[in-house]
């Protein structure tokens, strides 16, 4: 199986994103998503049919094989390429501005002069004419084009309604002028509100330049929103530095960042951007992440420690090694993420794209049946005429083609600006009925950093002593545990004596020789079973009271003999206890699921406020607790972001990885935090929650309008100018509302 990502160009509204995606969903083992606001298609191919058989060969579907299926339905595709899709975007804009501001100067004075009699000299009518036919010809072009490269493949968009309203309105006119009475000198119109003509004289020449106008601008203010929309994802895939300071034999190379390679050394000075993901070899630094993280506040970093691509080095000069390039970087795998997720579909849009498909014939029918019921109840050609041709022209359901696409790309790209990413638009629909948020502990609701808590000596043994021979011991360690003990003997500025004989026991403990001294270091079960240690009381007592309260005890043997005990533990974030109340505040009950202990799981609850505790968990328990959670009956949503947490995740209605996990946690799950902060999954919710409000506010008011509207048309009680600039209205008003998420706050 493969996906493929193709640009589209030619759709003028949500029928023809439709349209495109039944032709494609004809291929064998093809399935289609085409969405109108972002003009991609998101393809995935299925391979049909055995390998070397003739008729598995007719079956074979390629991307010049869906770029000639979209090509034969009338459009046009392409392979994306990085840059040349917001260009084309912009010139589109702007030959819409000159279509719309060349044809509202033109209709203008023919709107005026039809609407205001006193203004009407003599032979008037055949100066509007003039000024009328290069707009219902050149400036309505796109939706005659439109409207007739679907007609020659047997289908019906909303173009189609704008098109055969506009020549229908200007055609009328041409009859009245030129075989009719309305060419005669002096001829006057008056202005109705309604579709009826108490003078019998009608020309529709205003309607055919106003409704063109209308609709021009209506796709000129889409045209710029979309543009808009897509600005927080354009602005994150432009964040990357465009040059590096590569290092080659002695000397410092400006290079293009297109050519750096794997391996490559780069300096980056303070105030640089890290040019491409990398470790750091060489110097330390603060590096301001908040342009992929939202976080504003800088990250130390020193040599070891990975550093992401388009990030700002604030402090001193950094060597970093590449460890990606191009499209394997972070930067390059947030920008796809955003980008599939503004491609999906929700199941509201799917519902809206089945309605604009059978909306076109229905509404071209029931304008054929006002036109017959007005004939037949009124008897007036002019008020059938009208009727109809409001009819065809209210009832345009370009709104309905954008309520969820746009909304969907204003709210992941915002985001993206967050450090949120959103997986689809399914995931928005899962967030509404979210009642349960499962948390797993280490790294998430916890640093996952060992920290010292404290140190008991035994004897006439001193605190300092003890920490100073575990420190000794442990320094050869790469385990979590030694590596907080020699952290914390560093800090305290205590001497470590030199070490030898160092030898380390899976599970058990480690142990070497310190001035001339055998010294032990591990659990106590380890202690007493290998080395047959002596331990005192106040050991016992420490190590009990450590556990008890959930920190992990190593006990310090000194020549057989135990002198002390050095407590370490994971340390609960500042911001967990805070983001743990903005979940029940959003009506979630926090459930706390680790592989730690119960008492170390207990106290970490305690801490940030969580009542339901599930410790000791495995993997495969993870799993159980969450299937468990739904099987009573609640929608799940779980917070992870290591490997033993991915089937969870995957499992869960909605799984949310920090940024900071696995690649396995990250591809798992549906949402993910950059930043790897939980307040910002508290975001994540109500964002996502917001964005879903949206499309569900633009889907009521494009439904409503609709309803409403289309029965006013055929009753009469509409002048089509008037139904031409509610039409219009309805798109901006779509497009405006989705825009409002550009305002979503974090907090």
Known sequence: ???????????????????????????????????????????????????????????????????????????????????????????????????????????????????????????????????????????????????????????????????????????????????????????????????????????????????????????????????????????????????????????????????????????VRPGERIPSDGVVRGGSSAVDRSMLTGESVPVEVRPGDHVTGATVNVGGRLEVAVTAVGAETELARMGRLVEEAQTGKA??????????????????????LAFVGWLVLDGSVTAAFTAAVATLIIACPCALGLATPTALLVGTGRGSQLGILIGGPEVLERTRTVDTIVLDKTGTVTTGRMTLRRVTSAGAWSDDTVLALAAAVEEGSEHPVGRAVVTAARERGLGLPAATDFSATAGGGVQAVVDGAAVSVGSLSWLRGSWAVAVPDAVEDAVARAEAAGGTAVVVARDGEAIGVVVVGDTVKDDSADAVGRFRRLGLRPVLLTGDNEGAARAVAAAVGIDEVHAGATPASKLEAVRGLQQDGHVVAMVGDGVNDAAALAAADLGIAMGGGTDAAIAASDVTVVSGRLPVVADAVRLSRATLRTIKGNLFWAFAYNVAAIPLAMAGLLNPVLAGAAMAFSSVFVVTNSLRLRRFRAG
């Open 1 to 267: 199986m493969s996906d493929v990502e193709l640009d589209i160009t030619g759709m003028t509204c949500a029928s023809c994103a439709n349209r495109i995606e039944r032709k494609l969903g004809k291929l064998p083992g093809v399935t289609a998503t085409v969405n109108y606001a972002t003009e991609k298609a998101h393809v995935v191919v299925r391979p049909e049919g055995a390998a070397g058989d003739e008729a598995a060969a007719d079956d074979v579907v390629d991307v010049d094989r869906l770029i000639a299926t979209v090509e034969a339905a009338g459009y046009g595709a392409s392979v994306p390429t990085p840059e040349p899709a917001t260009v084309v975007a912009d010139d589109a804009a702007t030959l819409l501005r000159r279509r719309l501001l060349v044809s509202a100067v033109l209709a203008l004075p023919v709107v005026v002069l039809s609407m205001v009699p006193p203004l009407q000299f003599p032979d008037w009518q055949w100066a509007a004419l003039a000024l009328a036919a290069p707009v219902a010809v050149w400036g309505a072009l796109p939706f005659h084009r439109a409207a007739w490269v679907n007609a020659r493949h047997g289908a019906a968009t909303m173009d189609t309604l704008v098109s055969v309203g506009v020549l229908a309105a200007f055609g009328w006119s041409l009859y009245a002028l030129f075989l009719g009475d309305a060419g005669e000198r002096g001829m006057h119109m008056t202005f109705s509100w309604f579709a009826t003509d108490p003078e019998g004289a009608e020309l529709y020449l205003e309607v055919a330049s106003a409704v063109t106008v209308f609709v021009l601008a209506g796709r000129y203010l889409e045209a710029r929103a979309k543009r808009e929309s897509g600005a927080a994802l354009r602005a994150l895939l432009e964040l990357g530095a465009k040059d590096a300071s590569v290092v080659r034999g002695a000397t410092e190379v400006r290079v293009p960042v297109s050519s750096l390679v794997v391996g490559d050394v780069v300096v």
């Open 347 to 368: 199941d509201v849009q799917r519902l809206a794209d089945r309605v604009s498909g059978v909306f076109v014939p229905v509404v071209i029918g029931l304008a054929v």
